[in-house]
């Protein structure tokens, strides 16, 4: 299998937006009541942070000059 490198922005989005899909499954499921507005700063938040953490990333592996090596 060949190997990628690690982006912690899309672990950063993923992990809001499995946040925001449990919220409103367990709305569904009627185990608790979830306003429909309550997905917006989630969503929008979780976007926002993911931005910051791929920009730091980017920063860290440019400054480091590891942006195009494949890690063994």
Same mark, same amino acid.
């Given at each position: 299998? +060949?190997?990628?490198? $690690?982006?912690?922005?899309? #672990?950063?989005? !993923? +992990? $809001? +937006?499995?946040?925001? !899909?449990? #919220?409103?499954?367990?709305?569904?499921? @009627?185990?608790?009541?979830?306003?429909? $507005?309550?997905?917006?700063?989630?969503?929008? @938040? @979780?976007?926002? #942070?993911? !931005?910051?953490?791929?920009? +730091?990333?980017?920063?860290? %592996? %440019? %400054?480091?000059?590891?942006?195009?090596?494949?890690? %063994?």
């Amino acid at each position: 299998m +060949l190997r990628h490198e $690690f982006q912690p922005g899309k #672990l950063v989005a !993923g +992990l $809001f +937006l499995t946040a925001t !899909g449990a #919220l409103f499954a367990g709305d569904a499921a @009627g185990r608790w009541e979830t306003p429909w $507005f309550v997905v917006v700063p989630l969503i929008v @938040g @979780g976007l926002v #942070l993911a !931005g910051v953490t791929a920009a +730091l990333t980017r920063g860290i %592996r %440019r %400054r480091r000059g590891t942006a195009g090596a494949a890690p %063994r």
